[in-house]
């Protein structure tokens, strides 16, 4: 795409993890940003604007890369989009490569491979300080000119360092340099020649050598899944041209390595110099202590206990304020549309409750992410992912696993979201979809119910609180060989080392955090909040249509029916008089009894008796399965939903003693279990197990939706609802079988 002047030139910032590139992007950018994902793909996309002399240019913030080998998914975005072939993408008009200071060869490496794509380069070499105080002196003079472009010494944290990197961009823009490419052995070139001849039609005149040479050197490129090439013609050709590769002595898996570092030496020959001895430095002597086999792992406990109690405790009040605030705000609009029952119902259960349904999940998510973002900031996020590694290897994960899965335990929302640290594709979807097996804060009000109403009793406080604990680790017990499968039999993750970089620590910059909050609690509003919204409303109009006059009339029957029979001597004038009375008991009793009748006659009642005799053999009958219907949009609404089935009202909670004592005297109604007990152990722990491991849980699926794809979210429903009935239906008949 051909830039025109009311075009803002586009400018990409790359360069390796851990150096301090988004630290940089936040300070030229400061609030002028926006984030979305890449087309097609669940990268998020930064773009943010920044004010070059006369004009604004746009700075896309790539994933953080080592390299083009564009084996993972965020590096193959950053192939695409540097080579101009994302869809929605142009190819940038400059790049800026943040380098490591204290670390110059190594960091070019990424830069060199870049050069290749002829698209003019500013460096910034970041740290700068630090290398200052490390001895080392880098001659940025020398350096530009051997380099053929501009230098920028950087200290990303600080603002002075701003407006420097602004000019020399500014400048670069309109003077443009590109660093000078390697020049390949006659047999690389010769191999990249045989892989054009060979590549499909079309396909070769879309590539410049830079791609194809990541099929040549890389041994698993994800960039080939870009090409209608089919495998094996592929395979065979990129054999042969390693084989010509090979002939001349040189690794075709390690020659790029060899002579792009033979390259870059000479590039930089002369240019650095180390004044003094080097201390070991504050990095190491931490490191000692934070990553020893027996205190490591024991100050890793501690901060893993603070982070998961704050994301309790410091959200918990705020969750109880929007939850406050819902309540009062359906209170207050509730009597302004009492003329119009079906649009108050709307508004009060529908419209608020649905914007409710999401914004109480915005504390945890904040609190959340700015732990992350603080452990990640200081460097200590990449030590807790080495040390929790071998936990998880034996079934396919790693230890960036960890925190989102503990995560998950206070929701699975921000913990799904907490995946994002982790850069292996595959590992981050197979973490995604065991995630909702962690037994979430919104599950606890199902097991406080039943346990009180049903283990407690019968086998008292030690048992009901042994099962309490034990049921937060079905989850977990379930979750760790499930994602040994997935990844054998269905994600195929090949057993790959866990390499990981542990960076220096710094002191985190408490806007950068900030903005990680904001920046991933809009997120989620923006994009889970309208699923979980929409969800919301289809809910409550499966519960609350159709509503025909008949099952008014017959619910107002049935009382002033009861009501005669309780108390003779009232004749029907007096039973009347007193349903009219809106403070009246017998009112209440009216508008419970008519509530129950709607939801049994709604569509999601018909929906429950239908689907009833597929939970038959878990013992829930159509009360319970309406229960678990209705609960999809949050899995403790069952209760809400109960006590309005056993016409009590929708205000009970899990500690209420009429909705115990209703679901105890429960009965079977009919079938062959007519006037037996609904609700008897077999049956409460099957309903226990099965909430533990069913996607009962809209936001969740909304953010899965997001991070990985509809057919990833429809695929965790489908899997988890089928173990979670498996799970019930073993539960309700083992325990029939064993009394």
Same mark, same amino acid.
């Given at each position: 795409m051909t830039q025109t002047s009311t075009e803002p030139p586009q400018i990409a910032l790359v360069g390796n993890p851990n150096?301090? /590139?988004?630290?940089?992007?936040?300070?030229?950018?400061?609030?002028?940003?926006?984030?979305?994902?890449?087309?097609?793909?669940?990268?998020?996309?930064?773009?943010g604007t920044l004010r070059l002399?006369?004009?604004?240019?746009?700075?896309?913030? %790539?994933?953080?890369?080592?390299? %083009?080998?564009a084996a993972s998914l965020d590096e193959r975005v950053v192939v695409d989009v540097l080579s101009g072939k994302l869809p929605g993408t142009q190819k940038p008009d400059l790049v800026v490569c943040v380098v490591d200071a204290t670390n110059l060869t190594r960091n070019l490496f990424l830069a060199a491979q870049i050069a290749e794509l002829a698209i003019p380069m500013v460096i910034v070499l970041n740290q700068w300080d630090l290398a200052e105080r490390q001895g080392l002196q880098i001659d940025t003079d020398r350096l530009s000119a051997q380099l053929r472009v501009p230098i920028v010494p950087c200290v990303a944290t600080r603002k002075e360092s701003a407006q420097r990197v602004k000019d020399t961009l500014a400048q670069a823009l309109l003077s443009p340099a590109c660093l000078p490419p390697i020049q390949w052995p006659d047999a690389v070139a010769a191999a990249t020649a045989h892989l054009r001849a060979a590549m499909p039609k079309g396909a070769a005149a879309d590539l410049e050598d830079a791609e194809v040479h990541r099929l040549l050197f890389d041994a698993n490129s994800a960039l080939a899944e870009r090409l209608e090439w089919p495998e094996?013609?592929?395979? /065979?050709?990129?054999?042969?041209?390693?084989?010509?590769? *090979?002939?001349?002595?040189?690794?075709?898996?390690?020659?790029?390595?060899?002579?792009?570092?033979?390259?870059?030496?000479?590039?930089?020959?002369?240019?650095?110099?180390?004044?003094?001895?080097?201390?070991?430095?504050?990095?190491?002597?931490?490191?000692?202590?934070?990553?020893h086999r027996g205190w490591g792992l024991a100050i890793f406990a501690a901060i893993m206990y603070v982070v998961f109690l704050s994301v309790y405790t410091w959200a918990g009040p705020l969750m109880d304020g929007i939850e406050w605030a819902k309540g009062g705000l359906q209170d207050w609009i509730s009597p302004f549309l009492a003329g119009t029952p079906m649009l108050q119902s709307l508004m009060v259960d529908a419209v608020i409750e649905g914007v409710g349904a999401f914004l109480v999940f915005l504390p945890q998510i904040l609190v959340l992410f700015?732990?992350?973002?603080?452990?990640?900031?200081?460097?200590?996020?990449?030590?807790?992912?080495?040390?929790?590694? /071998?936990? @998880?290897?034996?079934?396919?994960?790693?230890?960036?696993?960890?925190?989102?899965?503990?995560?998950?335990?206070?929701?699975?929302?921000?913990?799904?979201?907490?995946?994002?640290?982790?850069?292996?594709?595959?590992?981050?979807?197979?973490?995604? %979809?065991?995630?909702?097996?962690?037994?979430?804060?919104?599950?606890?009000?199902?097991?406080?119910?039943?346990?009180?109403? !049903?283990?407690?009793?019968?086998?008292?406080?030690?048992?009901?609180?042994?099962?309490?604990?034990?049921?937060?680790?079905?989850?977990?017990?379930? +979750?760790?060989?499930?994602?040994?499968?997935?990844?054998?039999?269905?994600?195929?993750?090949?057993?790959?080392?866990?390499?990981?970089?542990?960076?220096?620590?710094?002191?985190?910059?408490?806007?950068?955090v900030a903005w990680r909050m904001w920046e991933s609690g809009w997120e989620f509003v923006k994009r889970a909040g309208t699923v979980i919204f929409a969800i919301t409303i289809i809910i409550w109009a499966l519960l609350y249509f159709p509503r025909p006059?008949?099952?008014?009339?017959?619910?107002?029957?049935?009382?002033?029916?009861?009501?005669?029979?309780?108390?003779?001597?009232?004749?029907?004038?007096?039973?009347?008089?007193?349903?009219?009375?809106?403070?009246?008991?017998? +009112?209440?009793?009216?508008?419970?009894? =008519?509530?129950?009748?709607?939801?049994?006659?709604?569509?999601?009642?018909?929906?429950? /008796?239908?689907? *009833?005799?597929?939970?038959?053999?878990?013992?829930?009958?159509?009360?319970?399965?309406?229960?678990?219907?209705?609960?999809?949009?949050?899995? =403790?609404?069952?209760?809400?939903?109960?006590?309005?089935?056993?016409?009590?009202?929708?205000?009970?909670?899990? =500690?209420?003693?009429?909705?115990?004592?209703?679901?105890?005297?429960?009965?079977? *109604?009919?079938?062959?279990?007519?006037?037996?007990?609904?609700?008897?152990?077999?049956?409460?722990?099957?309903?226990?197990?099965? @909430?533990?491991?069913?996607?009962?849980?809209?936001?969740?699926?909304?953010?899965?939706?997001?991070?990985?794809?509809?057919?990833? +979210?429809?695929?965790?429903?489908?899997?988890?609802?089928?173990?979670?009935?498996?799970?019930?239906?073993?539960?309700? *008949?083992?325990?029939?079988? !064993?009394?």
């Open positions: 150096i301090g /590139k988004t630290t940089l992007f936040n300070l030229l950018t400061g609030m002028r940003q926006r984030v979305g994902n890449y087309p097609g793909v669940t990268v998020s996309k930064k773009i002399g006369e004009r604004d240019a746009h700075l896309i913030d %790539l994933p953080g890369t080592y390299s %083009l080998a094996d013609e592929r395979r /065979k050709a990129v054999q042969e041209a390693r084989a010509m590769v *090979q002939a001349s002595g040189l690794n075709p898996l390690a020659a790029e390595a060899l002579l792009q570092y033979d390259h870059i030496n000479g590039l930089t020959k002369g240019v650095q110099t180390k004044v003094g001895e080097l201390a070991k430095g504050q990095t190491e002597s931490i490191d000692r202590l934070l990553m700015f732990f992350i973002s603080l452990l990640e900031d200081t460097g200590y996020m990449a030590r807790a992912a080495f040390l929790m590694d /071998k936990m @998880f290897g034996w079934c396919g994960l790693n230890g960036k696993s960890f925190v989102p899965l503990l995560s998950s335990y206070a929701c699975a929302v921000p913990g799904i979201m907490a995946t994002r640290t982790i850069e292996d594709p595959k590992a981050r979807l197979a973490t995604i %979809l065991i995630a909702p097996f962690m037994s979430c804060s919104a599950r606890l009000p199902v097991y406080v119910l039943l346990i009180g109403a !049903f283990v407690e009793p019968s086998h008292g406080p030690l048992i009901a609180s042994l099962t309490l604990f034990a049921m937060h680790f079905v989850g977990l017990a379930v +979750a760790l060989p499930t994602v040994w499968i997935l990844n054998k039999f269905i994600l195929k993750t090949r057993p790959q080392p866990f390499v990981l970089e542990m960076p220096r620590y710094h002191v985190p910059r408490l806007g950068d006059d008949a099952v008014a009339e017959e619910a107002r029957a049935q009382v002033i029916a009861e009501q005669q029979a309780a108390d003779p001597s009232m004749n029907l004038e007096a039973i009347e008089a007193q349903l009219q009375e809106e403070d009246s008991e017998l +009112a209440h009793v009216l508008e419970r009894r =008519e509530s129950s009748a709607y939801i049994e006659q709604s569509y999601m009642g018909r929906m429950g /008796k239908a689907l *009833q005799p597929v939970f038959h053999p878990a013992g829930f009958d159509w009360r319970i399965t309406v229960g678990v219907l209705a609960s999809f949009p949050a899995r =403790e609404v069952i209760i809400s939903t109960l006590g309005v089935i056993y016409s009590l009202g929708g205000d009970v909670d899990e =500690e209420s003693p009429g909705l115990q004592q209703a679901m105890a005297n429960a009965t079977w *109604q009919e079938g062959t279990r007519v006037g037996m007990k609904i609700f008897t152990l077999p049956v409460v722990f099957g309903i226990m197990i099965f @909430f533990a491991l069913c996607s009962q849980c809209g936001a969740t699926l909304a953010i899965i939706k997001k991070e990985a794809g509809t057919r990833w +979210a429809i695929f965790s429903f489908v899997y988890m609802t089928v173990l979670a009935w498996i799970g019930a239906v073993l539960c309700f *008949q083992l325990g029939g079988v !064993f009394g």
